[in-house]
């Protein structure tokens, strides 16, 4: 295959489409992969061939020095000479060091032709539905209901609250699509801010997000969990319970979710899976007991409730817009997670026809469960309890069945989130180890497993002697083509670790505001960025294109959420606006370190072949 890269490289494409191209992985030269590749338009059948980066005969692949800018990053005009590498010629994946003076890496397990985990695509549709279902139905629409209807004011003006916060995460959900399908890399918001609006907005998004972000979000369904699974044990009535039994039980539940997806990819999404349908079938049950109660008066103990038939629905609803927003913040917060696939969207085996599948089924499936799993509260419990308690789903359970019905519904929620908890670990794990393939952290939480693949592939093979248990055991929980802990494991370890310590503090007020507002301030951008990219590049390659609208809508809700947050609690505001300006200067700190240690690297290698031999040994030739 001839080097083409140089100079024949068509004027037409753009970084961005050939970032898209490269992190499809050449799998064996059979002749017809490229035809056989369903990720891959018929369009790009010749690029791919022609400029493969993974090639030989590609110098960047080699690890020459070809340039001394970084060729990842987007600037302002997205104008880029025809000399340009495509980004996946830089490093594995398409991501280059942050202020690196060369594009390849050439060294650990981040570098091209190291291990990479766009290289060996895994996921499929179901992998993708499991993953954004089982992380937006987690704590929330057990806990939140008491936030929405407190603020709502009654149960016909909650339930309008709910369809409106599905249906703005929706809207943000298609918008990443959109983005996910142009630039497939891992990543997220990450790598679109980075693309679209320079380094800097990506790195200050990895600054909020692994820091604050997912691990605090982490914590709080940690927490939940813990507290919902001591409650099943003690009862579910018990008035204090000492809040370190919750908290211990939450980090045991953390740290067998991170040693799960350390094992392996196809272990942590096998559990998603799993967990996915038991979500679904507990809020089919909670809707059709609803139902049923409603229709037969059935209490297990007292009177049935019967407000639902006396009040009109809509009575005592309030027309404050702080109030509606309030609800609306809560409404969303059980919504969380539409967004996550986009940070494995590198490793789907066909992301532009599986992640609009995976959001246009998710969401209204999540919409329609939460809106029926609703009406049902509203037909066993009387608005006051709902309103009350932070366990409506245990207190649901007791009001049907009793004590069993709670132990039910209290193992139900704490698998739940235990669901969450691990979509969760799989997904933040994603984005640390992006950020430590840029640069934006240590380079060691950008490797991949203990080892390298090679080495992986060495111990599976060592399978051949051991048992057949053994043998059936790695062959049920190993991936296929990179064996047992080929996974970011560094970077589930800082994800573990930052949680947990979030665990421990277990100060969520705060945490909290500061989610909605760092958040939906991201989300703003991001989307914000998708019609940025429609005017500048009109001609990028979109496998999938939603409307106009649908960005336009979440930019405008996100801003109105945003103003009534920065009026509302203006002081937790800043806090968020100070932590991000702090971010500024330790980017250009981390830039200045990558760029000084690239520059080392490439003395010593030149230093390296002119002393060819030691300088004590003199009586030897050169």
């Given at each position: 295959?001839?080097?083409?890269?140089?100079?024949?490289?068509e004027?037409?494409?753009?970084?961005?489409?050939?970032?898209?191209?490269?992190?499809?992985?050449?799998?064996?030269?059979?002749?017809?992969?490229?035809?056989?590749?369903?990720s891959?338009s018929?369009?790009?059948?010749?690029?791919?061939?022609?400029?493969?980066?993974?090639?030989?005969?590609?110098?960047?692949?080699?690890?020459?020095?070809v340039?001394p800018?970084?060729?990842?990053?987007?600037?302002?005009?997205?104008s880029?000479?025809?000399?340009?590498?495509?980004?996946?010629?830089?490093?594995?994946?398409?991501?280059?060091?942050l202020?690196a003076?060369?594009?390849?890496r050439?060294?650990?397990?981040?570098?091209?032709?190291?291990?990479?985990?766009?290289?060996?695509?895994?996921?499929?549709?179901?992998n993708?539905?499991?993953?954004?279902?089982?992380?937006i139905?987690?704590?929330?629409?057990?806990?939140?209901?008491?936030?929405?209807?407190?603020?709502?004011?009654?149960?016909?003006?909650?339930?309008?609250?709910?369809?409106?916060a599905?249906?703005?995460?929706?809207?943000?959900?298609?918008?990443?699509?959109?983005?996910?399908?142009?630039?497939?890399?891992?990543?997220?918001?990450?790598?679109?801010?980075?693309?679209?609006?320079?380094?800097?907005?990506?790195?200050?998004?990895?600054?909020?997000?692994?820091?604050?972000?997912?691990?605090?979000?982490?914590?709080?369904?940690?927490?939940?969990?813990?507290?919902?699974?001591?409650?099943?044990?003690?009862?579910?009535?018990?008035?204090?319970?000492?809040?370190?039994?919750?908290?211990?039980?939450?980090?045991?539940?953390?740290?067998?979710?991170?040693?799960?997806?350390?094992?392996?990819?196809?272990?942590?999404?096998?559990?998603?899976?799993?967990?996915?349908?038991?979500?679904?079938?507990?809020?089919?049950?909670?809707?059709?007991?609803?139902?049923?109660?409603a229709?037969?008066?059935?209490?297990?103990?007292?009177?049935?409730?019967?407000?639902?038939?006396?009040?009109?629905?809509?009575?005592?609803?309030k027309?404050?817009?702080s109030?509606?927003?309030v609800a609306?913040?809560?409404?969303?917060?059980?919504?969380?997670?539409?967004?996550?696939?986009?940070?494995?969207?590198?490793?789907?085996?066909?992301?532009?026809?599986?992640?609009?599948r995976?959001?246009?089924?998710a969401?209204?499936?999540?919409?329609?469960?939460?809106?029926?799993?609703?009406v049902?509260?509203?037909?066993v419990?009387?608005?006051?309890?709902?309103?009350?308690?932070?366990?409506?789903?245990?207190?649901?359970?007791?009001?049907?069945?009793?004590?069993?019905?709670?132990?039910?519904?209290?193992?139900?929620?704490?698998?739940?989130?235990?669901?969450?908890?691990?979509?969760?670990?799989?997904?933040?794990?994603?984005?640390?180890?992006v950020?430590?393939?840029?640069?934006?952290?240590?380079?060691l939480?950008?490797?991949?497993?203990?080892g390298?693949?090679?080495?992986?592939?060495?111990?599976?093979?060592?399978t051949?002697?051991?048992?057949?248990?053994?043998?059936?055991?790695v062959?049920?929980?190993?991936?296929?083509?990179?064996?047992?802990f080929?996974?970011?494991?560094?970077?589930?370890?800082?994800?573990?670790?930052?949680?947990?310590?979030?665990?421990?503090?277990?100060?969520?007020?705060?945490?909290?505001?500061?989610?909605?507002?760092?958040?939906?301030?991201?989300?703003?951008?991001?989307?914000?960025?998708?019609?940025?990219l429609?005017?500048?590049e009109?001609?990028?390659?979109?496998p999938?294109?939603?409307?106009?609208?649908?960005?336009?809508?979440f930019?405008?809700?996100?801003?109105?959420?945003?103003?009534?947050?920065?009026?509302?609690?203006?002081?937790?505001?800043?806090?968020?606006?100070?932590?991000?300006v702090?971010?500024?200067?330790?980017?250009?700190?981390?830039?200045?370190v990558?760029?000084?240690?690239?520059?080392?690297?490439?003395?010593?290698?030149?230093?390296?072949?002119?002393?060819?031999?030691?300088?004590?040994?003199?009586?030897?030739?050169r």
């Open positions: 295959m001839p080097p083409l890269y140089s100079h024949n490289l004027p037409g494409r753009d970084s961005l489409e050939l970032a898209s191209l490269a992190s499809s992985d050449r799998g064996p030269d059979t002749g017809d992969d490229t035809s056989s590749r369903p891959i018929s369009s790009r059948k010749l690029s791919l061939e022609r400029e493969d980066p993974l090639d030989n005969g590609n110098y960047a692949a080699s690890g020459h020095r340039r800018e970084r060729s990842m990053s987007v600037n302002s005009t997205f880029f000479a025809n000399n340009l590498f495509p980004l996946s010629s830089t490093t594995g994946g398409g991501y280059a060091p202020g003076p060369t594009a390849a050439g060294h650990g397990n981040g570098g091209l032709g190291g291990g990479s985990l766009e290289k060996h695509k895994t996921l499929t549709y179901l993708g539905l499991s993953l954004i279902v089982g992380l139905i987690g704590s929330g629409i057990f806990s939140s209901p008491s936030q929405v209807n407190a603020n709502a004011g009654s149960p016909g003006a909650a339930i309008i609250v709910w369809i409106v599905g249906i703005l995460a929706w809207t943000g959900a298609a918008s990443y699509a959109e983005l996910g399908g142009a630039i497939p890399l891992n990543g997220g918001p990450q790598v679109y801010l980075s693309k679209i609006f320079g380094e800097l907005a990506g790195f200050l998004f990895t600054w909020v997000a692994v820091l604050v972000l997912k691990p605090g979000s982490a914590a709080i369904i940690s927490i939940i969990m813990g507290e919902y699974l001591v409650r099943t044990f003690i009862g579910a009535e018990a008035e204090t319970i000492n809040p370190w039994i919750s908290k211990s039980v939450a980090l045991i539940g953390l740290f067998l979710v991170t040693f799960l997806n350390s094992v392996s990819t196809k272990l942590g999404t096998r559990m998603n899976d799993m967990l996915m349908f038991l979500k679904f079938v507990a809020l089919l049950g909670v809707t059709i007991i609803g139902i049923v109660v229709a037969t008066g059935f209490s297990f103990s007292g009177a049935a409730n019967v407000d639902w038939k006396k009040h009109d629905w809509f009575e005592g609803t027309v404050d817009a109030a509606f927003a609306l913040y809560a409404g969303l917060w059980a919504f969380d997670g539409w967004d996550n696939t986009n940070y494995v969207v590198g490793e789907f085996r066909n992301p532009g026809r599986d992640l609009p995976v959001i246009h089924t969401m209204p499936l999540v919409i329609l469960s939460y809106i029926m799993a609703n049902a509260y509203f037909f419990l009387p608005l006051e309890t709902i309103n009350s308690t932070n366990t409506v789903a245990v207190i649901f359970g007791s009001k049907v069945f009793g004590p069993v019905g709670a132990l039910i519904l209290a193992l139900i929620v704490s698998a739940s989130c235990f669901g969450a908890l691990n979509a969760s670990t799989f997904t933040s794990s994603r984005l640390v180890y950020a430590g393939k840029e640069g934006y952290i240590p380079e939480f950008g490797r991949i497993g203990s390298t693949a090679v080495d992986q592939h060495e111990s599976l093979t060592t051949r002697t051991r048992s057949w248990f053994t043998k059936k055991l062959r049920i929980v190993a991936d296929e083509d990179t064996g047992l080929y996974t970011p494991i560094p970077a589930l370890m800082l994800n573990c670790a930052l949680t947990a310590a979030y665990v421990c503090v277990g100060e969520f007020g705060t945490l909290v505001t500061f989610y909605g507002v760092a958040g939906y301030t991201f989300y703003f951008l991001t989307v914000l960025g998708l019609i940025v429609r005017v500048k009109p001609n990028l390659e979109r999938y294109k939603t409307w106009i609208t649908t960005p336009i809508i930019c405008c809700v996100s801003l109105f959420l945003l103003s009534r947050a920065v009026f509302a609690q203006p002081l937790q505001t800043l806090l968020v606006v100070a932590f991000v702090v971010g500024v200067p330790v980017y250009y700190w981390r830039r200045y990558n760029g000084r240690s690239a520059v080392k690297r490439e003395v010593g290698g030149m230093r390296e072949m002119r002393e060819e031999r030691p300088w004590w040994k003199f009586w030897q030739r």
